[in-house]
């Protein structure tokens, strides 16, 4: 399985971003896919949001309200809408596929809000 994970950048809290996954090679049928972050300095991944393939969500709790994942199953993508952005929210964003034990990840693509 590859990830090739695209969008982050820089912006002003409160402002908006959209990342994109997209997942290709030996593929499941029920393969999670979502989204990680690493916070500077930190060697952990912390939930940002993931979804099943029948569409089953689980936000990380600072996330919620202000994050939206998305799935496209024909596709093999899974995006994040990033809303309502904070300083807190800079990190490492790591896509993620899951299938029973095996996890694979994304490249990881820097977000970083700031004024």
């Known amino acids: 399985v590859q990830l090739q994970a695209s969008g982050g950048g820089s912006v002003q809290p409160g402002g908006s971003l959209r990342l994109s996954c997209v997942a290709s090679?030996?593929?499941?049928?029920?393969?999670?896919m979502g989204w990680y972050r690493q916070f500077p300095g930190s060697g952990r991944r912390e939930l940002v949001a993931?979804?099943?393939?029948?569409?089953?969500?689980n936000y990380g709790d600072s996330v919620k309200g202000r994050f939206t994942i998305s799935r496209d199953n024909v596709k093999n993508t899974a995006d994040l809408q990033m809303n309502s952005l904070r300083r807190e929210d800079t990190a490492v964003y790591f896509c993620s596929y899951v299938f029973s034990e095996e996890v694979y990840w994304g490249q990881g693509t820097q977000v970083t809000v700031s004024s």
């Open positions: 090679g030996r593929l499941y049928s029920d393969a999670v």
């Open positions: 993931v979804m099943s393939r029948s569409g089953n969500t």
